[in-house]
Structures are given as C-alpha cells and as structure tokens.
C-alpha cells in the first residue's frame, strides 16, 4: 500500500518559519519526483514545489519568492519544505504529491497523494 503522510504543518507568526515533511512508504520513491501543494481557504488548490529523484531539478510557483526551499532526504523517500518569511496569505493546507512524470507532479495530477498538514500564519 503506498502512502505518503505530511508532518510539521501547525500555528506560527507572520515572519516566522516552518519545516513540512513528507515520509513515503509502500514501493521505492527514489525514482519519482515529488512535490508540494498547497490549498489556502476558499481557493483552488496551487503548486508549491517540485524536486527531482535526485534532488538536481527544483522548481517552485511564483509566490514562493526565495522563502521555500524544497529537499530530499538522503534515502529518497522524504521530502522537505522549509519555509521562511511565512505571511498570512500562507495559509493553506499543504499536500505533498509523487509521480514517475515530472510533469504530472508539477501539472497537479501525480498518482500519489497524502492526506494534508494545515498551515496557519497568523498576522
């Protein structure tokens, strides 16, 4: 059964930072990329963050502005988002994604989805 769960999501002030993982488990991810979304309150859901098996090629949505940095553990299973300089318009629940197709990740419909870990900024 393949899984990905997200973690680290919780309640930090405007200006503050927080750290997202993203454990995959159930068949061998190191050869997928993966990503992050995210879906703020009352809005569509939007791209975030991608990176390569390898971690090589990143590539983030033009809000992220040098405030995310997106990575990958040394087994390739894990992900990361660390995100700085969080603003109120930040909030959102953060979904993290895998596919075999770079493309399908960025695009929004990679096969494999988690469940969401909510962000909140306060201001």
């Known amino acids: 059964q393949v899984q990905l769960v997200e973690s680290g999501g919780g309640l930090v002030q405007a200006g503050g930072s927080l750290r997202l993982s993203c454990a995959a488990s159930g068949r061998a991810f190191s050869s997928y990329t993966m990503g992050w979304f995210r879906q703020p309150p009352g809005k569509e859901r939007e791209f975030v963050a991608a990176?390569?098996?390898?971690?090589?090629?990143?590539s983030y949505g033009v809000f992220v502005k040098g405030r995310f940095t997106i990575s990958r553990g040394n087994a390739k299973n894990t992900m990361y988002l660390q995100m700085n300089s969080l603003v109120p318009e930040d909030t959102a629940v953060y979904y993290c994604a895998a596919d075999s197709l770079r493309s399908a990740v960025v695009a929004g419909s990679g096969r494999y989805w988690g469940q969401g870990t909510q962000v909140t900024v306060s201001s």
């Open positions: 990176i390569s098996w390898s971690g090589g090629t990143t």
